[in-house]
């Protein structure tokens, strides 16, 4: 997407004030703060589809938390994020070339398949448990 490409930085540590690696160079460099609301709002849309859709594969247990070793799954908190996701698509759609509305698409479809998939195993889960 637009945002996640410019320079190879990582912009979630950017954005926290943190140090970033340069792609491809292999050394870090502290980042610079930045006002977020300094983005254009085409830019921030975008970078909160990346959040919420992170937070959606992490949600569906597909995805290790952050700063743990653990996998935890809330269906509720997943759907919520695709939603949103979906919704923020929606907005960004007409607003982005061809080739990252293909890949906004892509990922809102592979979100809401694997969603769907793993709600299925969870009822099936939960039926088979209660015959028993």
């Given at each position: 997407?637009?945002?996640?490409?410019?320079?190879?930085?990582?912009?979630?540590?950017?954005?926290?004030?943190?140090?970033?690696?340069?792609?491809?160079?292999?050394?870090?460099?502290?980042?610079?703060?930045?006002?977020?609301?300094?983005?254009?709002?085409?830019?921030?849309?975008?970078?909160?589809?990346?959040?919420l859709?992170?937070?959606?594969?992490?949600?569906?247990?597909?995805r290790v938390?952050?700063?743990?070793?653990?996998?935890?799954?809330?269906?509720?908190?997943?759907?919520?994020?695709?939603?949103?996701?979906?919704?923020?698509?929606?907005?960004?759609?007409?607003?982005?070339?061809?080739?990252?509305?293909?890949?906004?698409?892509?990922?809102?479809?592979?979100?809401?398949?694997?969603?769907?998939?793993?709600?299925?195993?969870?009822?099936?889960?939960?039926?088979?448990?209660?015959?028993s």
């Amino acid at each position: 997407m637009h945002l996640s490409k410019r320079s190879g930085i990582d912009w979630f540590r950017v954005l926290l004030g943190g140090k970033h690696e340069l792609s491809g160079e292999g050394e870090e460099k502290n980042a610079q703060v930045f006002d977020i609301t300094s983005l254009d709002t085409y830019d921030l849309l975008s970078f909160f589809v990346s959040i919420l859709s992170a937070q959606a594969w992490q949600h569906m247990g597909l995805r290790v938390k952050p700063g743990t070793d653990k996998v935890e799954k809330d269906f509720e908190r997943a759907k919520i994020a695709i939603d949103c996701t979906s919704f923020l698509i929606d907005k960004l759609e007409s607003h982005v070339e061809e080739k990252d509305r293909d890949a906004l698409r892509r990922l809102l479809s592979d979100l809401q398949i694997n969603y769907a998939k793993l709600s299925l195993e969870k009822q099936e889960q939960s039926t088979a448990v209660k015959k028993s």
